[in-house]
Each structure stands twice: as C-alpha cells, then as structure tokens.
C-alpha cells in the first residue's frame, strides 16, 4: 500500500481477489463460501461451465481437445475462441463479467494505482484480458478508475486461479 508494498491486511490475506463476494448466495467455492469471485472467474470455473454445456448437449471443438490430451490447456480455449466456438466464447465472457465486477469493486474501494493480471488464461487470451478490462473501466467509478492502470504479467508461474495484485507505487 505505501512505497510500492502489497496491501497484507490483519491476516496476511488482503489483495487476494479471489473471495470478494460477487454473487450473495451464489455458488460453493473452494473456502466455503458462496458467490466468491473465484466461483466464477477461475480457471476450474470456466472449465466446469464448458464441461456443463457440452453434458446439456451442446457441440463444442474443446470436445476433441479433451479427447487428444484429456484435458483444456489454455491455448485450446485460445484456438477454441478464433474458431468462433460459443460455449468457449460464453464460458470467457461470463468469467470476464463477474472478474470485472470484482476488480471494478476493488478500483471504487482501493484505488491502486496499478492492477496486474496474471494466470495462463490471461496470458494465452487476448480477448479475456481486453474484455475485462473494458468491462472494469465501463463499471468503475470514472475518478478513482481514472488513476488505475490494469497490465498483464508474462510471468506464466501463476497456477489456478487468474492472479490479481493491486499495488500503489509510492
Ligand atoms: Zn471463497
């Protein structure tokens, strides 16, 4: 928060994302809660929903990526999305809503200077990175989203969850 540091909080966990509550009462997430950001923006939550889709019977060319290697690598939701593939493309943009909700809510309450975005779908898609970012902007309060900045990582080493860390530069 003060010279470029990470806001910790009292417990060491504030700045994770991840369980800011976008949907009171919504789905289960990992800690116990309902309605937690990471329900709906993670990776597991976007392969869950494509993976829903295609047990209600729609087609979808993810379909044979599973079959190749038995699982969704983010370059095959990339491939999946400029092949014009719905249930990847409403998958994406319904992870993208409730992730620029959260981020949203962070630049009205926090108003870091800087917001990073990492994790394998942010890197490997394009489209989910401009989208949440447009998205966030358009919900944002426009004097605190004024002085934000949102960036993209190259780092590759986040795993799960689609990383997010707010910094003011001192
Ligand atoms: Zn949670």
């Known amino acids: 928060m ?7 909080g009292a417990t060491g966990t ?3 994302i991840g369980h800011i509550i976008v949907d009171s009462g919504g789905r ?3 800690c116990g809660g309902h309605g ?3 329900a709906y923006a993670s990776r597991s939550a976007i392969e869950k929903k494509i993976l829903g889709s295609m047990k209600k019977g729609h087609k979808s060319i ?3 990526s599973i079959k190749d290697s038995g699982v969704i690598r983010s370059s095959d939701l990339a491939d999946a999305l400029d092949a014009g593939d719905e ?3 409403n998958a994406i943009t319904e992870a993208s809503e409730y992730l620029s909700s959260g981020l949203a809510s962070v630049i009205n309450f926090y108003n870091p200077e800087l917001i990073i975005l990492g994790g394998g779908l942010m890197e490997a898609i394009d489209f989910f990175y401009d989208l949440t970012v447009k998205k966030t902007f ?3 309060l426009a004097v605190p989203a004024e002085k934000t900045k949102i960036v993209k990582t190259q780092l590759k080493d986040f795993s799960g969850i689609i990383g997010a860390a707010m910094l003011h530069q001192g």
Do not use: F, P, R, T
């Open 138 to 140: 358009a919900k944002a």
């Open 14 to 16: 504030a700045g994770e």
């Open 28 to 30: 289960l997430c990992g």
């Open 2 to 8: 003060y010279d470029g540091k990470h806001l910790k």
């Open 36 to 38: 937690c950001l990471e």
């Open 87 to 89: 249930i990847v493309l």
């Open 62 to 64: 993810i379909a044979e």
